[in-house]
């Protein structure tokens, strides 16, 4: 199954004004259902718990329960590119990924896997799942 590695401020959350993206709980319904899904975020280094928390203020318990159960964590010290297994297919989903980042996976011939996710479109979470609907080999 592809890998799916999520951040969580300005993907499942709005950056600024913190409250949960328009369309949260399909997305997260969604992507829970076609891919083996891991945290790519601060909120999240080896535990899945904090992430976990800080979500519970924004997202409904039904959403926040398909989080719990399909959600894997992550470690990583610098880049968040350090979590990433490259040699499985993977998407990456960041509003605001490094240039260095970008650079790894240009390197790797991977920059097609990154995905940049802007909230200030209200359709973005709606966009990102017509993607993969349309890519039926991603899942």
Not at 114 to 132: G, K, M
Request: charged share 20%; glycine share 2%; proline share 5%.
């Amino acid at each position: 199954m592809t890998k799916l590695y999520l951040d969580i401020d300005g993907v499942l959350l709005t950056a600024r004004h913190t409250q949960a993206a328009p369309g949260v709980a399909a997305f997260v319904e969604f992507v829970t259902r076609h891919f083996d899904c891991y945290w790519l975020t601060t909120h999240c280094k080896g535990d899945s718990a904090p992430a976990l928390r800080y979500l519970s203020q924004f997202l409904a318990p039904a959403t926040l329960e398909l989080l719990r159960q399909a959600m894997q964590p992550t470690t990583w010290d610098t880049l968040k590119t350090e979590a990433i297994d490259v040699t499985a297919d993977f998407y990456w989903l960041d509003d605001s990924p490094f240039q260095s980042e970008i650079a790894y996976l240009r390197a790797r011939g991977m920059a097609d896997r990154l995905i940049v996710v802007d909230l200030n479109r209200p359709d973005a979470l709606t966009t990102v799942s017509q993607f993969f609907n349309i890519r039926p080999q991603s899942y």
